[in-house]
C-alpha cells in the first residue's frame, strides 16, 4: 500500500502512546436552564489540547463512539489564525517543537500539518466504534495528503467516499483562477459501516405510477439490461403469444431462472404488442434513499453564509464572523447525523468551533425524541464562552419576538484537562483523585469503564480474574498472606497491585496470583 512519509513523521508516528494521561475536571454541569455544581451530563464540552483530550477519553469511550465529526485546519497558508486555517498557532507550534525537537525548525507548513494531524487520528481510530464512521472535512490544500495519512490509519479498504459538499451558495466572479464551490469530507470506517437510507420525498416518488391498477400499488419500469456482457445473460424470451424477444447487447439484467420466476408472479409483464418486456419496481418495496456523494442543494445542506447568519443569529452582540471565517452549517451536520448514527449514539467533535456538531445533535433529539449524546473538544480560550455558550443558548433558545427560536432542552457538563496521572518522575500523581487512578488501571488491564467495587480494593474482575490495586496515599502496601486472607472475592486468579510483596512463588503459584509494583507495573498507553 502507498504511504505518505514527510518530515518528522517518524517522531510522530507513535507519539499517541507518549501523550500523558489526563484527567478530565468538572466545572459546571448546565441542566434544567442554568449552571449547577451537583451533578454531570454524558454530554462533554471539554477545554484543553484535543491530543491529550482525546487520551483522556479512552477508558471510558474506546471503542465506542458510532460516529465523529472533525473540521480540522484546512492549512491555506494565511498567516492571521483563524479557525479551520492555519497550523502556526502558537500551541501547535509549542507541541510541533516538543515532538520534533530541532527538526521542527525545517518543517514546511505541510510537514506541520501531518505532524499535528498523524496522532490525533490515531486516538480517534480508537475512539471509532468497529461499526462507526468518521467524517473528516477539508479542502484541497490537504485533501491528498489527508487521504494518504487516513489509508494508513483506517486501512485503504475502509474508505467509503469523499462527499462533495457546495459550501458556497454563489460562485465567487472575483476569483483569480477558479471559484471555490465546495469542500472535500473524507468518509472511513473501522471495520463494518453502512450509511443509513435517507427519508423519501415527494419527488422521489413522484414517477411512480399505477397505470394497470395494480393491487401492489404504484411502480416505474425498471432497466431490463445488465451494464456488463455476461454469456449467461444472452437468451431470447418468448411472449404469450410466442412472440421471440432477443436480448440487449449486454443481455438481460438477470439470468433466466430469475426472469422466469418473475414473469409467473407478474412482476415482469409484457408490452401491449409482446415486442419486450417491462419490470416493475414497486414504490412499496422501497425504504429510503441512497445516499449520494455530492451534495450540492444548500437548501438542504446548507451553505457556509448560512452558518454565520445562524452564529450572529445566536450571539448578537458579539461580532463571531471576525473569529469564524467559515463556519459548518447545523443543516449539514444534520445530514451526516441522519445516514450516520441511531437515536442513542455518541458523536464526538474534536475541533468543535463554535458548537455546531453539538447544535445538530440537540436539534435532531428535539425533532425525534431521541438521545444522541455529544462530546464538543475545544483548545482555544472560548470554549466556554462561545462553544459552550452557544449550546446553552440553543438548550434555553434565543432571539426575540417573531425571531425566536424555541429552546431545545438538554444538559452537558464543562470539563477542563486537569493533572496527569503520573508525574515527571513516573510516580503516580498523588494530587489525582483515587477514583481516577482506579479507572486507569483497570482500563489499562480490561479495556472496560471502571464501575466502583464496594469491596476494598478491588477493581473488578472479568474471565474468572479478579483485579485488586491495594494502594494507600499515605503508606506503603505490601502484599503477603494477611491481605490475601482479607480477600473476599473469589476467581481462578488473581492480579494485585501493590507497593511490596512478601508471598512466595509457591504460594502465588497455588493460588494464580500475579504480583505487579505500584508505580513500575502500572501500563502507559
Known amino acids: 500500500m502507498p504511504t505518505l512519509n514527510w518530515i518528522g513523521k517518524e517522531k510522530v508516528i507513535n507519539h499517541h502512546q507518549d501523550v500523558p494521561y489526563k484527567i478530565l475536571e468538572p466545572q459546571y454541569t448546565f441542566i434544567n436552564g442554568k449552571e449547577a455544581k451537583d451533578s454531570t451530563s454524558a454530554n462533554k464540552i471539554i477545554h484543553g489540547d484535543n491530543l491529550e483530550a482525546l487520551k483522556s477519553l479512552l477508558p471510558e469511550y474506546e471503542g465506542k463512539i458510532k460516529c465523529i465529526y472533525i473540521d480540522p485546519p484546512y492549512n491555506t497558508g494565511n498567516e492571521g489564525w483563524v479557525y479551520n486555517d492555519n497550523v502556526s498557532h502558537p500551541r501547535f507550534k509549542k507541541w510541533l517543537g516538543e515532538v520534533v525537537g530541532k527538526e521542527g525548525e525545517d518543517l514546511s507548513r505541510h510537514d506541520k500539518w501531518l505532524c499535528m494531524m498523524y496522532p490525533r487520528l490515531k486516538l480517534l481510530h480508537k475512539l471509532l466504534a468497529h461499526d462507526g464512521a468518521i467524517f473528516i472535512s477539508i479542502d484541497d490544500n490537504e485533501q491528498a495528503n489527508l487521504k494518504l495519512i487516513c489509508d494508513e490509519i483506517f486501512g485503504m479498504g475502509n474508505f467509503i467516499t469523499d462527499l462533495i459538499w457546495r459550501s458556497a451558495d454563489s460562485s465567487n466572479n472575483d476569483a483569480k483562477k477558479f471559484s471555490n464551490d465546495f469542500n472535500h469530507t473524507l468518509i472511513y ?150 445516514i450516520a448514527i441511531e437515536k442513542d449514539d455518541i458523536v464526538l467533535d474534536s475541533f468543535a468551533g463554535s458548537g455546531t456538531t453539538a447544535h445538530a445533535v440537540l436539534n435532531l433529539n428535539k425533532q425525534d425524541g431521541g438521545n444522541r449524546k455529544f462530546i464538543m473538544i475545544e483548545m482555544e480560550e472560548y470554549a466556554n464562552t462561545i462553544t459552550a455558550e452557544r449550546v446553552k443558548r440553543v438548550i434555553n433558545g434565543y432571539g426575540e419576538g417573531t425571531k425566536a427560536i424555541e429552546g431545545t432542552d438538554g444538559d452537558f457538563t464543562y470539563y477542563e484537562l486537569g493533572k496527569p496521572i503520573f508525574k515527571a518522575d513516573k510516580m503516580l500523581n498523588e494530587e489525582v483523585p483515587l477514583a481516577k487512578i482506579q479507572e486507569y488501571v483497570w482500563y489499562t488491564e480490561t479495556k472496560e469503564p471502571f464501575l466502583k467495587q464496594k469491596e476494598n480494593y478491588l477493581l473488578g474482575a472479568k474471565n474468572d480474574t479478579a483485579y485488586y490495586f491495594y494502594y494507600e496515599k499515605e503508606r506503603l502496601t505490601t502484599l503477603d498472606e494477611s491481605y490475601l486472607r482479607a480477600l473476599k472475592t473469589e476467581a481462578e486468579q488473581y492480579i494485585i497491585y501493590a507497593d511490596l510483596c512478601l508471598l512466595d512463588e509457591k504460594l502465588m503459584d497455588k493460588y494464580h496470583i500475579v504480583f505487579k509494583k505500584i508505580p513500575r507495573d502500572i501500563t502507559r498507553f
Not at 427519508?199 to 416518488?205: D, G, L
Not at 420466476?261 to 425504504?287: A, G, P, Y
Open 189 to 338: 470506517t473501522k471495520n463494518d459501516w453502512l450509511p443509513k437510507r435517507l427519508e423519501r420525498k415527494a419527488e422521489n416518488n413522484s414517477h411512480y405510477k399505477n397505470p394497470d391498477n395494480d393491487s401492489r400499488g404504484p411502480w416505474f419500469s425498471g432497466n431490463v439490461s445488465s451494464p456488463n456482457p455476461r454469456e449467461n445473460l444472452m437468451y431470447n424470451i418468448i411472449s404469450p403469444k410466442g412472440i421471440i424477444i432477443k436480448p440487449p447487447k449486454n443481455g438481460w439484467r438477470w439470468n433466466k431462472e430469475n426472469v422466469e420466476s418473475m414473469i409467473k408472479e407478474e412482476i415482469i409483464v409484457f408490452s401491449e404488442d409482446q415486442t419486450r418486456i417491462i419490470k416493475k419496481t414497486f414504490l412499496k418495496d422501497q425504504s429510503g434513499i441512497i445516499p449520494s456523494n455530492i451534495w450540492w442543494d444548500v437548501e438542504d445542506t446548507g451553505h457556509n453564509r448560512n452558518a454565520k447568519y445562524e452564529l450572529i443569529k445566536i450571539f448578537e452582540e458579539l461580532k463571531t464572523s471576525e473569529i469564524f471565517k467559515t463556519p459548518k452549517p447545523t443543516k449539514f451536520l444534520k445530514k451526516i447525523l441522519d
